[in-house]
């Protein structure tokens, strides 16, 4: 007899990453990933706006608080970071190379990570 362990399931939501610039960040998203705001929460002292990929239903959620008081968000050793699969390797590579926000390179692995505008590295691997 095959039992399954009862209980809650969970399923993966969304990622998410405090932002300085919300605009700036949209806009680099939007370009160098291709995602899109697929919602949006204003708050008096926050903003959350949630973007997809128009894959799947995971998202990333970027949130600006208005009252920040530092002028960058400390991101430790920034080993961290969302990885995102793409169907056109060297076309991707060509395009974050023309944005210049390639970071770091690992052609022995066939991976490459970029910077957002608050420093996270983002993995890019091509599809398999």
Same mark, same amino acid.
């Given at each position: 007899?095959?039992?399954?362990?009862?209980?809650?399931?969970? =399923?993966?939501?969304?990622?998410?990453?405090?932002?300085?610039?919300?605009?700036?960040?949209?806009?680099?998203?939007?370009? =160098?990933?291709?995602?899109?705001?697929?919602?949006?929460?204003?708050?008096?002292?926050?903003?959350?706006?949630?973007?997809?990929?128009? =894959?799947?239903?995971?998202?990333?959620?970027?949130?600006?608080?208005?009252?920040?008081?530092?002028?960058?968000?400390?991101?430790?050793?920034?080993?961290?970071?969302?990885?995102?699969?793409?169907?056109?390797?060297?076309?991707?590579?060509?395009?974050?190379?023309?944005?210049?926000?390639?970071?770091?390179?690992?052609?022995?692995?066939?991976?490459?990570?970029? =910077?957002?505008?608050?420093?996270?590295?983002?993995?890019?691997?091509?599809?398999?």
């Amino acid at each position: 007899m095959d039992h399954k362990p009862a209980g809650p399931r969970f =399923a993966f939501a969304h990622n998410n990453i405090n932002v300085m610039d919300l605009d700036k960040s949209l806009a680099f998203y939007q370009q =160098a990933l291709g995602l899109k705001e697929v919602r949006r929460k204003q708050a008096e002292d926050f903003t959350l706006v949630y973007l997809g990929d128009g =894959a799947g239903p995971h998202q990333l959620e970027l949130t600006w608080l208005r009252d920040w008081p530092k002028e960058r968000y400390d991101l430790g050793d920034n080993e961290f970071h969302l990885a995102f699969t793409t169907n056109d390797y060297e076309a991707a590579h060509r395009l974050h190379q023309q944005m210049g926000c390639i970071c770091y390179e690992n052609p022995g692995m066939g991976i490459y990570f970029i =910077a957002d505008p608050d420093g996270y590295w983002l993995e890019i691997v091509p599809a398999k």
